[in-house]
């Protein structure tokens, strides 16, 4: 198996990665944002997040 960063070989130590370095800029990423999940928000979550705000404003 190749290093996701470099493509070198990995170490058992940091597996899937070849060095610490190579671990820490992944991590890097995922802090920083340049990796995402994907989603997408659907029509229906926005009408169920609306008629909840709708309720919470009602008194009670």
Known sequence: MACPMCENDTDPKYR??????????DLGKWLTGSY??????????EDLAQALEEEARKPH
């Not at 995402?36 to 979550?45: G, R, S």
């Open 36 to 45: 995402a999940i994907p989603f997408a928000v659907e029509e229906d979550d």
């Open 16 to 25: 899937p990665f070849c060095s610490k370095r190579c671990a820490d800029l």
